[in-house]
T-cell receptor, first 116, second 112 residues
Framework: DTAVSQTPKYLVTQMGNDKSIKCEQN?????MYWYKQDSKKFLKIMFS???????INETVPNRFSPKSPDKAHLNLHINSLELGDSAVYFC???????????????FGPGTRLLVL | SQKIEQNSEALNIQEGKTATLTCNYT??????LQWYRQDPGRGPVFLLL?????KEKRKERLKVTFDTTLKQSLFHITASQPADSATYLC???????????FGRGTSLIVHP
């Protein structure tokens, strides 16, 4: 019954490695997002996908590459991990807002990434 | 530049009292504003949404006000309970953009 799920929940890795985080939503939403929450608790948008198409790409290093195989999945691949990438990464989904829907976000449980 | 400000200091109150949290913003013309609750180790959970032309919204023990002149929203929890202890985030969405921008949140601690 989980609406938005993410795996893994915890990820500890060495600098320079490549890692992926997976996200799935079973709400039938068209829009999915990746957010980063840093140690100061700011929640910042990274990417937004609508029906498998990239809509928003905030100022994010190109080491971060989202991939959406279908509208229920949005994965995040990170190359050459750096210490500053340590944070909690949240996946979220919402209805398609471009038809006047509202942006209520449904968040996953988060992936805690620690780069050593 | 656009700013969303929430009190970074934790709000401590006694059980049964009304908790009031503040969200101030500058250089925004929000179409609407949302409040979310975040518990430690979990993702934010949506609570209430209020549009720019609405003054007040209620849901059970929760009440949100929105004053676009003062550029402020107040979030109230009446008859607070220890289970209400969490971080509360406000998020603004401007017309034309469908992505909410989040404040850093205020921690609420309700003491029994």
């Amino acid at each position: 019954d989980t609406a938005v799920s993410q795996t893994p929940k915890y990820l500890v890795t060495q600098m320079g490695n490549d890692k992926s985080i997976k996200c799935e939503q079973n709400l039938g939403h068209d829009t999915m997002y990746w957010y980063k929450q840093d140690s100061k608790k700011f929640l910042k948008i990274m990417f937004s996908y609508n029906n498998k198409e990239l809509i928003i790409n905030e100022t994010v290093p190109n080491r971060f590459s989202p991939k959406s195989p279908d509208k229920a999945h949005l994965n995040l691949h990170i190359n050459s991990l750096e210490l500053g990438d340590s944070a909690v990464y949240f996946c979220a989904s919402s209805q398609d807002l471009r038809d006047g829907g509202l942006e209520t976000q449904y968040f996953g449980p988060g992936t805690r990434l620690l780069v050593l | 530049s656009q700013k969303i400000e929430q009190n970074s200091e934790a709000l401590n109150i006694q059980e049964g009292k009304t908790a009031t949290l503040t969200c101030n913003y500058t250089n925004y013309s929000p179409a609407y504003l949302q409040w979310y609750r975040q518990d430690p180790g979990r993702g934010p959970v949506f609570l209430l949404l209020i549009r720019e032309n609405e003054k007040e919204k209620r849901k059970e023990r929760l009440k949100v006000t929105f004053d676009t002149t003062l550029k402020q929203s107040l979030f109230h929890i009446t008859a607070s309970q220890p289970a209400d202890s969490a971080t509360y985030l406000c998020a603004l969405s401007s017309g034309g953009s469908y992505i909410p921008t989040f404040g850093r949140g205020t921690s609420l601690i309700v003491h029994p």
